[in-house]
């Protein structure tokens, strides 16, 4: 029978309360095992956790022990037919690769271009490290709904919805642009749009709520200059075409107002 | 929190700026581990009754309980807060109210084909809604299409005597050979 | 009401009671015939600020604009009144809102790439359907994956007025470069 490196037990937990070390030789039921691996968010959390529980440095992981480790853990699910998820045998496959590299003779010179065969490893281990803990301190930051509520004071009446006020220039325009449009209405090669472009069209999107009409130079903000509001033309050209915005003008050099089309949020 | 009066006096008005249902005394004392009793809660209602007194919200007693409400002297405010920016119609409704305008009566497919793109039934019901556009008949083909016009109503919207006064198509189309000679 | 900054005080106080979603200063203003001015405004929503210092309930700034909201010292008596408490958020959720929050806009490759586990689409349904992130845009690579944000109803919910506000990440312990110790 495998047995489950003891110390790793501490850290499991079963409805909130730690897991105790189990004596060696005891027999540890599957679902003991299955829970103490969900503590673990995947392959890196679980090094992390080999790593500062061996007290190891990060920055110089001595890679033969910290493998032989975590193949174990990989061997003890897999013998308990723990669905073995891809990621950590992926990951196995990472450092026995990285290990064997580490072992290889390098030939002066070499060293440089190539670097530590660690870096990598490192690199996604400290960056996983910091979201952990930021993912921590959001959860410890005061929600709502959770740890405080807004107020909801009674509005003693109901305002009435106004509608939209049309007069004759919005009509004589709209009739105009139909027309242009019929007669541009040609088979047009289309141009490949440039990425500035397409994150002009996130930035009108995001900026846009349902229901809500927004006049298309405040989107950019005082500051923006004439380039900014012509690729932000463009953009909000491209998504009237593509449907998922639409625009109106009360008439020529009018304001341009833009809203979601409809359906464009389903 | 300790619970002397003024602590209870600012949970309870807390709980009840807080709910946007009237609560009843007995929900009220509820909140508390420590049940302060009817009596205790009705007493300190009052005085958060007296103390909102000279405020643009005030707490009364319903049916239903206990809630904070503004009081009508505030509802101009809300009114002009709540007030949409003067919403305007989008590109399609306007296109498909000026193509019933000027060539009804239209069915749905006639607006498709002028426009260049579906009609979503939305569109039509926008202007329905308004009372601007009605159904004045169908069209004698295959699934016998509805025939959508103006309504009097429309025309009283704009300030109109009669179709007569809509701007000229004439004029609109010199406007678009001027600005396409000028391009 | 004639304006006094007394009686504008008490309207703003009214309106921002009976405002669910924040307000912003410009919107405030909105609601008053005779626009007071900016400064007037936040004058004014300071000294409320400090009025309600003492109370159960807090007048906040956050992304949206002026809030009031309870404090967290009152949560205990809105829970006993409350028919369910909202779940806390696994881990897996958590981690996937930081990296959204930190190094947004990321497509799910990039969560899975620094959380090391493929990201189930349910983590990042859970967090839509809070309107806490949402599609900003596609990356332009094969398959345009979505990339996500946070929303300004994130900052909202959590009281903050920016992303800058949100608790620093910590420091990289030392600045590494394994390359130059090997050497």
């Known amino acids: 029978m495998n047995v489950i490196p003891e110390p790793a037990l501490h850290c499991a937990r079963l409805r909130g309360e730690p897991i105790g070390a189990l004596p060696k030789d005891l027999y540890i039921p599957p679902d003991a095992l299955e829970v103490f691996l969900e503590t673990f968010e995947g392959p890196l959390d679980l090094l992390l956790y080999l790593i500062r529980k061996a007290d190891l440095d990060i920055l110089d992981i001595p890679m033969a022990a910290l493998t032989v480790q975590y193949l174990e853990y990989v061997e003890a699910m897999r013998t308990r037919n723990l669905e073995l998820a891809a990621d950590y045998l992926l990951m196995a496959a990472m450092l026995i690769e990285i290990k064997s590299r580490m072992l290889l003779p390098r030939p002066p010179g070499f060293e440089r271009e190539e670097g530590d065969p660690r870096a990598e490893l490192v690199r996604r281990l400290l960056e996983y490290e910091r979201i952990k803990q930021a993912a921590a301190r959001l959860d410890a930051l005061p929600v709502l709904g959770r740890d405080f509520e807004r107020v909801s004071v009674r509005i003693a009446l109901e305002a009435v919805e106004q509608p939209p006020e049309v007069n004759l220039n919005d009509l004589q325009f709209a009739w105009l642009a139909l027309m242009r449009r019929a007669r541009m209405r040609q088979p047009h090669r289309i141009r490949r749009e440039e990425l500035s472009v397409r994150e002009h069209m996130s930035l009108i999107l995001r900026q846009l709520e349902p229901g809500c009409h927004r006049e298309f130079v405040t989107l950019f903000g005082p500051a923006a200059g004439a380039p900014v509001l012509v690729v932000g033309l463009l953009a909000a050209l491209e998504l009237v075409k593509e449907r998922l915005v639409e625009m109106a003008q009360r008439e020529a050099l009018a304001p341009i107002h833009l809203s979601l089309a409809h359906g464009a949020d389903a | ?183």
């Open chain 2, 1 to 183: 929190m300790a619970q002397t009066p003024e602590s209870l006096k600012r949970v309870l008005e807390a709980l009840l700026l807080a709910s946007p249902e009237p609560l009843p005394v007995a929900e009220l004392r509820r909140a508390f581990e420590d049940d302060p009793g009817p009596d205790a809660v009705r007493k300190l209602l009052e005085e958060l009754r007296a103390e909102w007194a000279h405020r643009a919200v005030e707490l009364v007693q319903i049916a239903g309980g206990w809630r904070f409400q503004t009081r009508p002297e505030v509802q101009p405010y809300i009114d002009r807060l709540k007030q949409e920016r003067p919403a305007r119609y989008s590109r399609a409704v306007l296109e498909t109210l000026a193509i019933i305008a000027y060539r009804q009566p239209v069915t749905r497919g006639d607006i498709e084909d002028i426009r260049g793109v579906t009609v979503s039934p939305n569109i039509v019901r926008t202007l329905e809604a308004r009372g601007w556009i009605d159904v004045v008949g169908h069209r004698e083909v295959p699934g016998r299409p509805a025939l959508y016009a103006t309504t009097r109503r429309f025309l009283d919207d704009l300030g109109l005597r009669a179709l007569a006064e809509l701007p000229p198509l004439a004029e609109i189309e010199k406007v678009i050979d001027l600005a396409d000679q000028a391009a």
